[in-house]
């Protein structure tokens, strides 16, 4: 069992840059690929970035590369989600989430991972 808890979102104005953090319960932390997810309100969740057991690995998606940063410390159970040159786009309550995954593997799909955090709001003003 792996608990999620995320944490660093707020209001920012459009440019304006936040790091979201996830910090994970448990001791098999390095065991799992972690991933970002966002949803803004009427829209699907979908996939923003991932990152594999070790953090040799990441991937994002288009609307987000370049402007955002995944990474992990496994030392302290946490991942991060580094989010500069942010857009009113950008607005949507962030996931972090955990699957089991060796190697160089992450998941882009929701159903792919197993635990999910409660989520915290980003809202980036025009």
């Known amino acids: 069992q792996v608990q999620l808890v995320e944490s660093g979102g707020g209001l920012v104005q459009a440019g304006g840059s936040l790091r979201l953090s996830c910090a994970a319960s448990?001791?098999?932390?390095?065991?799992?690929?972690m991933g970002w997810f966002r949803q803004a309100p009427g829209k699907e969740r979908e996939f923003v970035a991932a990152?594999?057991?070790?953090?040799?690995?990441?991937d994002y998606a288009d609307s987000v590369k370049g402007r955002f940063t995944i990474s992990r410390d496994n030392a302290k159970n946490t991942v991060y989600l580094q989010m500069n040159s942010l857009k009113p786009e950008d607005t949507a309550v962030y996931y972090c989430?955990?699957?089991?995954?060796?190697?160089?593997?992450?998941?882009?799909?929701?159903?792919?991972?197993?635990?999910w955090g409660q989520g915290t709001q980003v809202t980036v003003s025009s």
């Open positions: 989430a955990a699957g089991r995954a060796g190697g160089s593997t992450y998941y882009y799909t929701s159903r792919q991972y197993d635990y």
């Open positions: 448990g001791r098999t932390f390095s065991s799992y690929a």
């Open positions: 990152i594999n057991w070790s953090g040799t690995s990441t």
